[in-house]
T-cell receptor, first 112, second 113 residues
Framework: DVKVTQSSRYLVKRTGEKVFLECVQD?????MFWYRQDPGLGLRLIYF???????EKGDIPEGYSVSREKKERFSLILESASTNQTSMYLC???????????FGSGTRLTVV | GENVEQHPSTLSVQEGDSAVIKCTYS??????FPWYKQELGKRPQLIID?????GEKKDQRIAVTLNKTAKHFSLHITETQPEDSAVYFC????????????FGTGTSLTVIP
């Protein structure tokens, strides 16, 4: 089974802090994704990457950036955290177009 | 881009009854449609998927149907059990863009014992 591991289950950060969310997958998947999940809004795509050092904006990239220096690791960065970034963040990876996502367990981020 | 709409947002059924969740999509190029189940506090898990060259797929009590002409697909759960209670998400994946999914907003299913 593919494992997608998110480094933190819960995080509490202060407004203005720089926040790093880490995601690691162990099955050599090329495609990795960051979503945020909010009640009533479903899962919204922030950024994705289809190869090392490659990144593409999703539907809501404002206030976020990403880094993919190694194939197995995809990091989400909140440059200056704000309270409206309080959310559940889900990382996912995918082998290719004919396959589903495998999700990580999620990081519940609270910005105070 | 693709737009996926999902209905209903909440659904309550008696144990043993059937549950149906419907999704519509806008991009005719979408060719892969997975369904995810998310139990409270857990990660979404793929439960069934269907590709555009297939009209129906079954896996025990779960089935998915796809109508490409009408651009809608549905999840059917028969003989529901309390452990089916969860949030269900549909998604669509266009063939001609990146490898991302576009998700519906989710259906919270409650099975009443």
């Amino acid at each position: 089974d593919v494992k997608v591991t998110q480094s933190s289950r819960y995080l509490v950060k202060r407004t203005g802090e720089k926040v790093f969310l880490e995601c690691v997958q162990d099955m050599d998947h090329e495609n990795m994704f960051w979503y945020r999940q909010d009640p009533g809004l479903g899962l919204r795509l922030i950024y994705f990457s289809y190869d090392v050092k490659m990144k593409e904006k999703g539907d809501i990239p404002e206030g976020y950036s990403v880094s993919r220096e190694k194939k197995e690791r995809f990091s989400l960065i909140l440059e200056s955290a704000s309270t409206n970034q309080t959310s559940m963040y889900l990382c996912a990876s995918r082998l290719g177009k004919s396959y589903g996502y495998t999700f990580g367990s999620g990081t519940r981020l609270t910005v105070v | 881009g693709e737009n996926v709409e999902q209905h209903p947002s909440t659904l309550s059924v008696q144990e043993g009854d059937s549950a149906v969740i419907k999704c519509t999509y806008s991009d005719s190029a979408s060719n892969y449609f997975p369904w995810y189940k998310q139990e409270l506090g857990k990660r979404p898990q793929l439960i069934i998927d269907i590709r555009s060259n297939v009209g129906e797929k079954k896996d025990q009590r779960i089935a998915v149907t796809l109508n490409k002409t009408a651009k809608h697909f549905s999840l059917h759960i028969t003989e529901t059990q309390p452990e089916d209670s969860a949030v269900y998400f549909c998604a669509a994946s266009p063939a001609n863009t990146g490898n991302q999914f576009y998700f519906g907003t989710g259906t919270s299913l409650t099975v009443i014992p």
